[in-house]
């Protein structure tokens, strides 16, 4: 019963790390993506992937990279952190064909 | 670009009260969805809306799709305080289409 598992769930990071937010899914969904949530600005598309080896820039993908090696993988890397990701992540799923969005729980980043 | 507009974005109000949530755009969607997001958590879906004028009830939740598409409220009758919550709303511009765009939120407190 896993669905969308995240890790790490908290994290603080030093200007100029690297580093990579894992996400893996266990409802062979073909889709996956990536969203960053900020008070008062909702939920903004990072990255996402219609499937595996496909991956698309979304709304907000300056500074992040990702690949789709598997159906059930779709890591977010962070190249070289900066204070203005400091933010909540949420990976999601979704079947294809099916508008219902299946969200992990969330990592904290912190950058300072 | 299609953005969902939220009002209002902060509701405090006591338990038994009723309140309703607006979500707005000049855009024509293909469906429109509401979420809840409790805190440390990832957001839940709680309704889809596909059909101009379609009301939809979950116990005490009445969600509405406006005629035009391009709106959609949610009414909560008797408020307790388990709907204290983040609530979302997100559009999907086609069936099936991967890309959601999400109003910024409405954060709900209801006060025993």
């Known amino acids: 019963n896993a669905g969308v598992t995240q890790t790490p769930k908290f994290q603080v990071l030093k200007t100029g790390q690297s580093m990579t937010l894992q996400c893996a899914q266990d409802?062979?969904?073909?889709?996956m993506s990536w969203y960053r949530q900020d008070p008062g600005m909702g939920l903004r598309l990072i990255h996402y992937?219609?499937?595996?080896?496909?991956?698309d820039q979304g709304e907000v993908p300056n500074g992040y990279n990702v690949s789709r090696s598997t159906t059930e993988d779709f890591p977010l890397r962070l190249l070289s952190a900066a204070p203005s990701q400091t933010s909540v992540y949420f990976c999601?799923?979704?079947?294809?064909?099916?508008?219902?969005?299946?969200f992990g729980e969330g990592s904290w980043l912190t950058v300072v | 670009t299609q953005l969902l507009e939220q009002s209002p974005q902060f509701l405090s109000i006591q338990e038994g009260e009723n309140l309703t949530v607006y979500c707005n755009s000049s855009?024509?969607?293909?469906?429109l969805q509401w979420y809840r997001q409790e805190p440390g958590e990832g957001p839940v879906l709680l309704v889809t809306?596909?059909?101009?004028?379609e009301v939809k009830k979950l116990k005490r939740l009445t969600f509405q799709f406006g005629d035009a598409r391009k709106d959609s409220s949610l009414h909560i009758t008797a408020a307790q305080p388990g709907d204290t919550g983040l609530y979302l709303c997100?559009?999907?511009?086609?069936?099936?289409?991967?890309?959601?765009?999400f109003g910024q939120g409405t954060r709900l407190t209801i006060n025993p």
């Open positions: 999601a799923s979704m079947r294809r064909s099916v508008n219902t969005i299946y």
């Open positions: 409802m062979n969904h073909e889709y």
């Open positions: 992937s219609v499937g595996a080896g496909i991956t």
């Open positions: 855009s024509v969607f293909s469906s």
């Open positions: 809306v596909v059909t101009g004028g």
């Open positions: 997100a559009g999907a511009s086609r069936p099936g289409a991967q890309k959601l765009v």
